[in-house]
Antibody, heavy 123, light 108 residues
Framework: QVQLVQSGAEVKKPGSSVKVSCKAS????????FSWVRQAPGQGLEWVGT????????DYAQRFLGRVTITADSSTSTAYLDLSSLRSEDTAVYYC????????????????WGQGTLVTVSS | EIVLTQSPGTLSLSPGESATLSCRAS???????LAWYQQKPGQAPRLLIF???SRATGIPDRFSGGGSGTDFTLTISRLEPEDIAVYYC?????????FGQGTKLEIK
């Protein structure tokens, strides 16, 4: 059974950084890609970025460039989202999701999701 | 950037009826890269349809997807109270990957 378990809620000050983890169960990790999607309170879904470890490929949404880093540690089957220079608008639930990709690393859809991590940015 | 516009914003129907949700893309995209998700209140999204028309594991055949080019639909037949949720379309055919704004389904 595929399970993605994320780290707990965070409260951060503006200007600080946050690191959210996503641990995948069993053999869910190797050979797969992982993405991060966020959802501000009462709002829709927004793609943040995708890491495809087997291709050493990482893509980020333009609006997060310079502030976001996505990494993956295959030894612990864990993906990470690091977001810096936090502002109040970054308050959201951050979801990790397993990505279904083709043989050339083109990713199609998110087939399994973590439970979400609420990040609150407040002074 | 491909903008996905979903309609209607809210749909209110009775149990047993059918719902048709629309997702219109600002540019043509391959259905291979079009997916639909269901998000119930307080829960993470769940994959319903991928590749435009293929049901994900465990999704009942009441859910079906279709369309091509710029117009895609999600049809939910024989509505049940448990179908109350927000439904999102999403594309991965062109960077950045984008979601529609969602359609909220209410059951009368």
């Amino acid at each position: 059974q595929v399970q993605l378990v994320q780290s707990g809620a965070e409260v951060k000050k503006p200007g600080s950084s946050v690191k959210v983890s996503c641990k995948a169960s069993g053999d869910t990790f190797r050979g797969f890609a992982f993405s991060w999607v966020r959802q501000a309170p009462g709002q829709g879904l927004e793609w943040v970025g995708t890491i495809v470890p087997v291709f050493n490929k990482i893509d980020y949404a333009q609006r997060f460039l310079g502030r976001v880093t996505i990494t993956a540690d295959s030894s612990t089957s864990t993906a990470y989202l690091d977001l810096s220079s936090l502002r109040s608008e970054d308050t959201a639930v951050y979801y990790c999701a397993r990505d279904k990709c083709g043989p050339r690393g083109d990713c199609h859809h998110f087939d399994y999701w973590g439970q979400g991590t609420l990040v609150t940015v407040s002074s | 950037e491909i903008v996905l516009t979903q309609s209607p914003g809210t749909l209110s129907l009775s149990p047993g009826e059918s719902a048709t949700l629309s997702c219109r893309a600002s540019q043509s995209l391959s259905s291979s890269y079009l997916a639909w998700y269901q998000q119930k209140p307080g829960q993470a999204p769940r994959l319903l349809i991928f590749g435009g028309s293929s049901r994900a594991t465990g999704i009942p055949d009441r859910f079906s997807g279709g369309g091509s080019g710029t117009d895609f639909t999600l049809t939910i037949s024989r509505l049940e109270p448990e179908d109350i949720a927000v439904y999102y379309c999403q594309q991965s055919g062109s960077a950045p990957r984008t979601f529609g704004q969602g359609t909220k389904l209410e059951i009368k």
